[in-house]
């Protein structure tokens, strides 16, 4: 129980970083620590007591098993994170080239 | 009919793929091909409305796994109903941007990016497995980033990274969500789902859940206090891609997705529903209140789709019959005049180069088509009779007094009051009074985009016939009924179905 405790609490800490950060890199990071946070969660999720990797072996004596679908899941949403940082960092270089800052205090053109 | 389904997600991603490959280098190959998927897709769901009301629910299963071993895509009344929306909203898009993207360079990849975002939207409307609601989310939101930034001038970046953000925020809370959800009912089929909850009941979990849901969904559908990437993404964006975010991205990721699960899986209560209802009043007056005061006319625009979205919120959080019928007859009907408002607008920055209002005036006189369509669809998200925006206004203020909620009806008023002001201003400061002295030379803009805005003007004027019941029981009636079927849905998407 105390685990998932602090795997949500490494999921605050990222949001904490994305929400209060002025940098766009931190914040940039502070949303892939939330991602790490979101797919470690549900690998902890498929833990069974003393199982072992969820791979068939004709030859041994198989007692218990962890669940092998959130493995398949966090696949895709490693992937999925992946080409959301892709985008993000393209997008911050591209800021850098027009404000000149990495300072979101800064970049403040649109009002209202 | 056989194996129609996955051809919505197939056609768009494969004209997403062909796009790159051979649109590259000779112009109006990618709008070829651009123009025939998305007539393709709008034709399919044409046929698929027949298909779901002649059988009233299919069952695809993807690979030949059945459900709820497997992914399934599920055609029901309101799969049918946000198909049509969808596909003929982006088809008539698609037609405008032909001439539009012009101004733009590389229009090839905008048209790869928009195929993928329709792909993605099809794919989260079809589908009946959660984690694959959640990939297909994120495939149309990641496009929709990335068009955002389309034109990567200053506003725009500032705009799209916000928006980065804040969906991507939004999206860890939907993961967290399903981790949560798959923690206690071990499947991922929503039809199971639903079966595992009706059986274990919520407990403590559930409540959780449907704050994390609420949260995230609310975000990509921008209910207030979510609300804060809208009004600066909708205007540094192309007018294309604005009108394709208002009139279905924030409906089809945010309201669908959250209908289907809090009404189909979850099984709604009355907090639940209260909550819904809460936030959509309070949408609307926020929205309305902050967009009298805007000069810029896609700001004012955007200020208004959170208005206009919480009326669907509040009309769907009824949980009446008429109300859910009411919210997705509104749903339909903002999806056309909000998409024309941006059409109309993007036709009008085509031509002048600007957006704020104190600069424009009587560009009646030199662009008669766009001020035509434009004070067709002001009439319309007005509630004027007899455009469409009327009638769905109001059956939704007729259906909270009939619930007995007197004070929400009381809040949908005076929304549409000012509503209507704002329209008026819009219409006064852009398109009547005399014509500023810069402006003598302007024409009326291209051929296509005409031709889209006069097929989105038809559609406004008529779309009221959508409520005559011969008509209504094919369109709207199958989509209330599958909403209001609950736990239903699971026993008819697991006892079988089509296929």
Known sequence: MFIYFLCLILFCVGLYC????????????????????????????GYRWQGRAPIEAADQNILRMVDPIPQALILTSIVIGLSVLALLVGIAIRIFEKFKTFDITKIKKLRG | ?????????????????????????????????????TLALFGLSIVSLFISKEKSLLVYSIGGWKPPLGICFVLDGLSAFMLVTLNIVSFLIAIYSISYMEK????????????????????????????????????????SYALVAYGTEEEELEAAFKYAVMGTIASSFILLGIGLLYAYTSTLNMADLSGVIVAKGGGLLLPFVTVLFIAGFGIKSAL?????????????????????????????????????????????N???????????????????????????????????SISQVGYIVLAIGLGTPLGILAGLFHLFNHSVFKSLLFLNSGAVEYATGTRDLKAMGGLRQRMPITATT??????????????????????????????????FAIVAVVGS?????????????????????????????????????????????????????????????????ALLSGHRYAVMVLGGGKL
């Open chain 1, 18 to 45: 994305a929400l209060r950060r002025r940098n766009i890199i931190k914040i940039i990071i502070g949303l892939s620590i939330m991602e790490y946070a979101v797919n470690l969660f549900f690998i902890l999720i």
């Open chain 2, 1 to 37: 009919m056989i194996n129609l389904l996955p051809l919505f997600p197939v056609i768009s991603l494969a004209g997403a793929f062909l796009i790159p490959l051979i649109g590259r280098n000779k112009k109006g190959v990618s709008d070829a091909i651009t123009f025939i998927c």
């Open chain 2, 104 to 143: 733009y360079t590389d229009k090839y990849k905008f048209y790869s990016l928009f195929m993928l975002m329709v792909a993605g939207m099809n794919g989260v409307i079809l589908t009946g497995d959660i984690f694959n609601l959640f990939v297909f989310l994120e495939i149309a939101s990641v496009a």
């Open chain 2, 224 to 268: 207030v206090p979510f609300h804060a990437w809208l009004p600066d993404a909708h205007p540094s964006a192309p007018a294309s891609i604005s009108a394709m975010l208002s009139g279905v991205l924030i409906k089809i990721l945010g309201i669908y997705s959250l209908s289907r699960i809090l009404f189909n899986v979850f099984g709604v």
């Open chain 2, 270 to 304: 009355k907090f639940t529903l209260l909550v819904l209802m809460v936030l959509g009043a309070i949408s609307l007056l926020i929205g309305v209140f902050l967009a009298i005061g805007q000069w810029d006319f896609k700001r004012l625009l955007a200020y208004h």
């Open chain 2, 374 to 407: 434009s004070w067709i669809a002001s009439m319309a998200i007005s509630g004027v009779p007899p455009f469409n925006g009327f009638w769905s206004k109001l059956i939704i203020i007729i259906a909270c007094v009939q619930s007995g909620r007197i004070g």
């Open chain 2, 417 to 481: 009051i000012l509503t209507l002001a704002s329209f008026m201003k819009v219409q006064k400061y852009a398109f009547f009074g005399g014509l500023n002295k810069k402006f003598e030379n302007i024409k009326e803009v291209p051929f296509c985009m005409q031709l889209s805005m006069y097929l989105f003007a038809i559609i406004c004027i008529f779309a009221a016939v959508l409520l005559i019941p011969r008509i209504s029981a094919y369109f709207i009636n199958p989509a209330q009924e």
